[in-house]
């Protein structure tokens, strides 16, 4: 079986809702998503609809070069799976992608997380609360807790993950660019 690789992507948008979780939480990302390709052109996660309001949430299919993500920082990591984990992994986000309307930001959750309370509710995730289930998917990661008490640092404290990238995400994608310009033939 061939193997793949998906991405975590866990970012600091700095906006005021992420500054009060990060009050709370003292960790440097607060948001995280999850990605089939390198380039990040396919991220999902559980996240604000519209960028002027946080408190409109459900699931979101992130554009990462736009918007909040514009003037994000971030940190990336890679997973390897294999063809018919990274099947259920999208079969798990595409079920969720159809019936989107019905699902919802799990806002009582993240007070869950507060009071280390596991806090289930039917089709309503946070961000890291959906990363974790999609990942679930594939059977080869244990959370130690509930996954309604799954912060972004539980993710990024997985031992098998690999580390890919830290610092401004549109600096991620400018050396994506770079990396994809043939170098240029030096005269002798």
């Keep these: 079986m061939r193997e793949k690789k998906i991405y975590i992507l866990l970012t600091d948008t700095g906006t005021l809702f992420t500054k009060l979780i990060k009050l709370f939480t003292k960790k440097p990302y607060n948001h995280a998503s999850i990605s089939f390709d390198c380039e990040l052109s396919e991220v999902y996660s559980f996240g604000r609809k519209t960028a002027k309001n946080p408190f409109i949430g459900g699931f979101v299919k992130e554009d990462v070069k736009r918007g909040l993500f514009k003037q994000a920082?971030?940190?990336?990591?890679?997973?390897?799976?294999?063809?018919?984990?990274?099947?259920?992994?999208?079969?798990?986000?595409?079920?969720?992608?159809?019936?989107?309307?019905?699902?919802?930001y799990n806002f009582i959750g993240l007070f869950g997380?507060?009071?280390?309370?596991?806090?289930?509710?039917?089709?309503?995730?946070?961000?890291?609360?959906?990363?974790?289930?999609?990942?679930?998917?594939?059977?080869?990661?244990?959370?130690?807790?509930?996954?309604?008490?799954?912060?972004?640092?539980?993710?990024?404290?997985?031992?098998?993950?690999?580390?890919?990238?830290?610092?401004?995400?549109?600096?991620?994608h400018k050396n994506k660019e770079e990396l994809r310009v043939p170098a240029r033939l030096i005269p002798a």
């Design 73 to 104: 920082d971030c940190i990336i990591y890679s997973y390897t799976v294999t063809e018919v984990e990274k099947k259920k992994m999208r079969n798990c986000i595409n079920e969720i992608e159809k019936q989107k309307g019905e699902y919802r």
């Design 113 to 172: 997380v507060m009071f280390n309370k596991p806090m289930r509710r039917k089709k309503a995730f946070f961000c890291s609360q959906f990363v974790a289930s999609v990942l679930k998917e594939c059977d080869s990661i244990y959370f130690e807790k509930p996954l309604s008490l799954i912060s972004p640092d539980d993710l990024q404290q997985l031992s098998t993950l690999h580390f890919v990238y830290e610092g401004e995400l549109a600096g991620y």
